[in-house]
């Protein structure tokens, strides 16, 4: 059994920065893909970001420029460090990994609000 457990949510004003962490613990023999997606209120899960296990990263054109996804391999950690937020940012982030042999796990979700 695995888990994700997210961290590093909260209330921050906009231009303000966030920096969200995501712990995947258990019985891991590896991790390929590690994302995070957001839901804002009344509106459907979408893309962040995402890393592989070799660094690669991809991003929604939203967030370009602005965060910036990295992983601990070592750690089996993944963070999302957020600047420049807007209020449009305002979301339930939430993070994923795709756990070789186990398959694709979802984090409980972290709620991050930016006041305008």
């Known amino acids: 059994q695995v888990q994700l457990v997210e961290s590093g949510g909260g209330l921050v004003q906009a231009g303000g920065s966030l920096r969200l962490s995501c712990a995947a613990s258990?019985?891991?023999?590896?991790?390929?893909?590690m994302g995070w997606y957001r839901q804002p209120p009344g509106k459907q899960r979408d893309l962040v970001a995402t890393?592989?296990?070799?660094?690669?990263?991809n991003y929604a054109d939203s967030v370009k420029g602005r965060f910036t996804i990295s992983r601990d391999n070592a750690k089996n950690t993944v963070y999302l460090q957020m600047n420049s937020l807007k209020p449009e940012d305002t979301a339930v982030y939430y993070c994923a990994a795709a756990f070789l042999y186990i398959g694709d796990r979802w984090g409980q979700g972290t709620q991050v609000t930016v006041s305008s």
């Open positions: 890393i592989n296990r070799g660094g690669s990263t």
């Open positions: 258990g019985t891991i023999f590896s991790i390929n893909n």
